[in-house]
């Protein structure tokens, strides 16, 4: 009989979202008037259609596959030229960035995971707390971490707390890392790192031989042009970055799946000899191996994100959610509750009312207002005394969250909405 992969066990429960999801059926099956009412803005999950450009692509690429003459099979494993061409046109222009260094694949959530595979196990992990939870899972499934310690972090792992003092930007690790994740504008708190406070981290992982590995998933988010939308903004970021980037929250591509990561040539890593050694052939090479490449007709998509009419449609998207967000930043400060995020981020994060844990406040929105948050503690021990409310959602549902909100705690509803909108 095989054996199994035993780091499977040092998770606790389901991941986040499943469990939020068994409580809310839980709930939903002892009371059947909650389901007309329910609102879900826990998962950040986009609700609005792909820009019309990106469909009208798809349907070209549909019929281009029926007919032989433009049938297309196998592509680049790193996804077609075009495609990562406009990509870096859109996205990369005038930082030094190539096509050949960027990587397509169905999404940065499954890339924070598959970047462990080109760095040894016995790496030295810093992670935020609170942090998206995907970063923390991989590396324990990866067999990178010990058990899980009664403070509620993993051994193995090096804490870097985001907190209100620092504004829930990590400060600067005091011991010796390796690699570090970090994610702005950031999930789950909605923080955003400013151009000084990023260059301090690109000049700490150089001074230390450190990879950052960046997540900047909702960069399309940031409006302020002062503010850096990609670490490759920072001079010799290439020496020390990767970088993780989808089109789910901007194009709405969370049902179609295509995002990308950056791993520029300049990028070295150390053997266990001491030879320093480029990581970009390295990562080709998983790609080369792991996979076929994305789907012609969601690369023709992706491409159609960044023509013309494409991105125009796209920023009508982004500034929808941006919309919602702002309402119910300021819809949950009419209400008197303590809040971060929704500037630069469709999400907003929000101190629990007193007397409340995370989850306690999550049954109470559920149970009284009909709306589902995610609750912080998901997040990692950081994120206790939290929620996050995504602003991925319509904005009748947006609005009446805000409303709800201040019927729930004690605020005028209409004096509520009227401060938000």
């Known amino acids: 009989m095989p054996l199994l992969n035993e780091h499977y066990r040092k998770l606790p429960g389901q991941y986040l979202f499943p469990e939020i999801e068994r409580r809310v059926n839980e709930r939903l099956a002892a009371d059947a008037d909650l389901a007309p009412r329910l609102i879900r803005a826990g998962i950040g999950d986009v609700t609005e259609p792909l820009p019309p450009a990106c469909v009208q692509a798809l349907h070209d690429a549909a019929e281009e596959m029926a007919r032989r003459e433009s049938f297309r099979g196998y592509g680049p494993s790193s996804g077609h030229l075009f495609?990562?061409?406009?990509?870096?046109?859109?996205?990369?222009?005038?930082?030094?960035?190539?096509?050949?260094?960027?990587?397509?694949?169905?999404?940065?959530?499954?890339?924070?995971?598959?970047?462990?595979?080109?760095?040894?196990a016995g790496n030295r992990v810093g992670i935020a707390d609170p942090v998206y939870p995907v970063y923390v899972d991989t590396n324990v499934l990866a067999g990178r971490t010990g058990g899980l310690a009664s403070n509620g972090l993993f051994d193995g792992l090096a804490p870097l707390a985001a907190t209100e003092s620092n504004g829930f930007v990590p400060d600067l690790p005091s011991q010796p890392l390796d690699l570090v994740y970090l994610c702005f504008p950031n999930n789950p708190t909605g923080a955003m790192i400013d151009r000084a406070g990023l260059e301090r981290w690109v000049r700490w992982a150089l001074d230390h031989d450190a990879v950052i590995l960046y997540d900047g998933a909702y960069a399309d988010y940031v409006s302020d042009p002062d503010l850096p939308r990609t670490i490759y903004e920072i001079p010799d970021a290439r020496r020390?970055?990767?970088?993780?980037?989808?089109?789910?929250?901007?194009?709405?591509?969370?049902?179609?799946?295509c995002g990308w990561t950056v791993c520029p040539r300049e990028l070295e890593g150390r053997l266990p000899d001491g030879t320093r050694t480029a990581v970009h052939p390295m990562w080709s090479r998983r790609w080369a191996t792991r996979s076929n490449g994305v789907s012609w007709p969601v690369q023709r998509a992706a491409a159609a994100a960044y023509s013309d009419s494409g991105r125009e449609?796209?920023?009508?998207?982004?500034?929808?959610?941006?919309?919602n967000a702002r309402i119910l930043r300021e819809g949950s400060l009419a209400a008197g509750l303590r809040v971060w995020g929704g500037?630069?981020?469709?999400?907003?994060?929000?101190?629990?009312?007193?007397?409340?844990?995370?989850?306690?406040?999550?049954?109470?929105?559920?149970?009284?207002?009909?709306?589902?948050?995610?609750?912080?503690?998901?997040?990692?021990?950081?994120?206790?005394?939290?929620?996050?409310?995504?602003?991925?959602?319509?904005?009748?549902?947006?609005?009446?969250?805000?409303?709800?909100?201040?019927?729930?705690?004690?605020?005028?509803?209409?004096?509520?909405?009227?401060?938000?909108?």
């Open 313 to 323: 449609q796209v920023r009508s998207l982004i500034d929808l959610y941006r919309g």
């Open 343 to 421: 500037v630069h981020a469709p999400y907003v994060w929000i101190a629990c009312p007193e007397g409340l844990t995370s989850w306690g406040f999550f049954d109470r929105l559920l149970e009284e207002a009909a709306v589902v948050v995610t609750p912080g503690c998901g997040f990692g021990p950081g994120g206790e005394g939290y929620v996050r409310i995504s602003g991925f959602n319509s904005r009748e549902n947006v609005e009446a969250i805000v409303e709800r909100l201040g019927e729930l705690l004690g605020t005028s509803a209409a004096t509520a909405a009227e401060r938000a909108c």
């Open 240 to 257: 020390c970055a990767m970088e993780f980037r989808s089109l789910s929250k901007s194009a709405g591509f969370t049902g179609l799946r």
């Open 83 to 120: 495609v990562r061409e406009a990509i870096v046109a859109g996205e990369y222009a005038g930082l030094g960035i190539e096509a050949s260094e960027l990587f397509l694949s169905d999404g940065s959530k499954g890339d924070a995971g598959h970047a462990l595979e080109v760095f040894a």
